[in-house]
């Protein structure tokens, strides 16, 4: 009786969530959030770059380790799996690429990271409060469609986001405000595959936990990142006049 009060809350809340990133997502379209190369201060003060991305990552770990290690709940063996690839997705986000990225000198507006960990106390959240109270996978789901072909899009889309990452933090060998046209491999098609990689992976993620809280954190990532990529497809249009004309923002040969 009450776990399925609890769920239907659970499931009410993730639906008005999940309707709201859908709302969203338009006006989003027409809004430059601005960091990285498009910093400006119109969103009040800035502080450092490197430990804003350190902040507002690791919340997306403390509220995983916090619903799932807490719970007294037996977890099945497929859950673990689950929160294992999220905990590792999100260490290396907070601990590793803020680090490996050039950008010890700039800085990212303080209303960005808050509401980079509202977002992410609400999506790490649910997915923990899934995995660590509600979730009752048996074995048999490591064989099922939607497990394998959820972990082989999860691990195409890491290995894509976390290769373009890479190139793109490579490219810059100058001074910090540096930067030039990426090309090859999938650069060739879009601008932006660091961010097709990163919805790859949540997709992928959605499909193999195939409950609410992926899916919502699946949307939301799809609302955030298709228009950043949007914005930065213009912008390598604005600055460099030469930037190839096939090239699609983040969606290949679509958009
Ligand atoms: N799940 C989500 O909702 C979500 C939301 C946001 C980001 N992310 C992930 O977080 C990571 C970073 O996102 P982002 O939007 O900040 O990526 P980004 O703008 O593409 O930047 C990635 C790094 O490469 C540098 N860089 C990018 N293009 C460059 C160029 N043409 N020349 C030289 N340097 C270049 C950037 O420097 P500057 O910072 O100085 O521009 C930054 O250090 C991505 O993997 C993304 O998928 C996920």
Redesign the pocket.
Known sequence: MHVHLRMDWFNVFLKVWILLAIIIFPVQLFITAP???HFNTKWGIGMPNQWGWVLMESVSILMMFGFFLFSIKEKSTVAWFLFILWIAHYFH?SFI?PFR???RL?KIPISIVGSAIFFNIINAGTNGFYLGYLENYDENWFFDFRFVFGLLLFMIGTYI?ITS?NY??G??KKN?D???V?SGGLFNYIS?P??FG?MLEWIGYAFMCWNLPALGFCV??MA??IP?AKS?HLWYKKFFVDYPINRKAVIPFIF
């Open positions: 960091y990285g190369r986000r690429y990225t050039h950008t700039k986001n990452d793109l933090i490219l810059r910090e540096t930067y030039s990426p932006c660091n961010h990163e939301w990532t955030n990142l950043r930065h």
